[in-house]
């Protein structure tokens, strides 16, 4: 059962893996054995929490701007030249913007869209030949994207282009995993709710005492509670499961489904 579970000398891509949630995942990938390169847009950041993780495993920093295609291919380009393989790949990175309603620029949707959605579907196709060469029926490769329970109900604040842009990779995420099917390539996502991060400051800040109540299991996220949720998607264990969203929020989307 171990092996079942196992993702030791697997090789995977991370990114946003420099903060939040993606350092929780890459943290998670490096400790279970896992090669593991992250991305970040800021090159220092990156190369401190790649520094960091390497202390308990292989971890390599790919500093990455994946809000343009062209920086989606340059970061493949260099995957292909360092790997002939790449086994995992979880589309993490992603901007917020919040506003009132009448104030709300259009220039939200083009900046969160861009790196959210377009950055998820540009970096998928660019790694695709990397992922094919780790794939077989037994074992797929597997692409994990960071979705959202904003996707999946109301936010509690105003982040319009935000829960819009994680509903479009929840839909994604299912258009990708029949495309992908015949190249034994599974695609997943995870729909993070409150998780100690910089993106989740401010309404922690404001509302942590309510979600809390509110939340079924009566507490914020912990690190290992994705991690986990991650590894097992990306393990034999998964192998079977594509075209799914798992909720991660100790039951709070079931309030509102």
């Not at 090669?35 to 190369?47: G, L, M, P, T």
């Not at 500093?63 to 993490?92: K, S």
């Not at 869209?113 to 992922?131: M, S, Y």
């Amino acid at each position: 059962m171990s092996e079942l579970f196992s993702i030791a000398g697997k090789t995977a891509v991370v990114t946003g893996g420099a903060r939040g949630i993606g350092l929780m995942i890459a943290r998670g990938f490096v400790e279970a054995g896992a090669r593991v390169y992250i991305s970040a847009r800021k090159a220092e950041q990156c190369d401190a929490a790649a520094a960091e993780l390497s202390k308990s495993g292989a971890c390599i920093s790919f500093p990455a701007d994946l809000g343009t295609e062209a920086g989606c291919r340059a970061l493949a380009e260099e995957g292909a030249r360092r790997e002939e393989q790449v086994h995992i790949l979880v589309n993490n990175a992603g901007a917020n913007w919040g506003a009132p309603l009448e104030e709300y620029p259009d220039s939200a949707f083009d900046k969160v869209f861009a790196i959210n959605v377009k950055g998820v579907f540009h970096l998928t196709r660019a790694l695709l030949p990397l992922l094919r060469r780790a794939a077989s029926d037994d074992d797929p490769a597997r692409v994990i994207n960071i979705g959202s329970i904003d996707g999946v109900q109301a936010p509690a604040l105003e982040t319009y282009a935000y829960s819009s842009s994680k509903a479009a990779v929840h839909h994604m995420t299912r258009v990708l995993a029949h495309r992908l099917a015949g190249d034994r390539i599974t695609v997943n996502a995870i729909a993070p709710g409150p998780f100690e991060s910089k993106m989740m400051a401010e309404t922690l800040q404001r509302f942590g005492d309510s979600i809390r109540a509110s939340c079924p299991l009566g507490r914020i996220g912990r690190p290992d509670d994705l991690a986990g949720t991650a590894i097992f998607l990306a393990s034999r264990g998964a192998a079977y499961i594509t075209g799914a969203v798992i909720p991660v929020d100790g039951g709070i989307s079931t309030r509102h489904q």
